[in-house]
């Protein structure tokens, strides 16, 4: 009994500690635009009503998908990336599930590298090495 206790009470400090998530979802392709912002905006309210901080956010548009799904060969995709206690990510993922609009979608807990990466992608240090070089190759 007094080990269930310590547990749980290690579980919930975790779940109250705001930590940064990424999260990529996958809609059917037979939505329209309109409808498309109209599942991304709810998932957005989601996570602000949550108390969680949306920290950048990406549209990756129509992509095609590795392997049918739901015998659909394309999706729209979206990624976001925020911060949040880890109480939250169980009610999206809860309300992700019952959206008969999103096909997948997949929440990632991102570890100090994960971060320092995307924001490095961010502010575009890796686009200016890229121009960099081919301005040495051109002279």
Aim: proline share 2%.
């Amino acid at each position: 009994m007094h080990f269930r206790k310590c547990g749980d009470f290690k579980l919930t400090k975790i779940f109250n500690k705001m930590q940064q998530y990424e999260s990529v979802i996958i809609l059917t392709p037979l939505l329209s635009d309109d409808v498309a912002k109209e599942v991304i905006a709810k998932f957005k309210n989601i996570l602000t009503e949550g108390g969680a901080e949306i920290v950048a956010e990406d549209n990756w548009g129509l992509k095609k998908l590795a392997y049918p799904i739901q015998k659909k060969t394309t999706g729209f995709y979206h990624l976001t990336e925020f911060k949040a206690p880890g109480e939250l990510i169980r009610k999206i993922e809860i309300e992700l599930r019952r959206d008969e609009r999103v096909m997948r979608f997949l929440t990632i807990a991102l570890d100090k590298h994960a971060i320092a990466y995307s924001e490095k992608k961010r502010s575009g240090a890796f686009n200016k090495k890229a121009e960099t070089k081919t301005e040495e190759v051109a002279n």
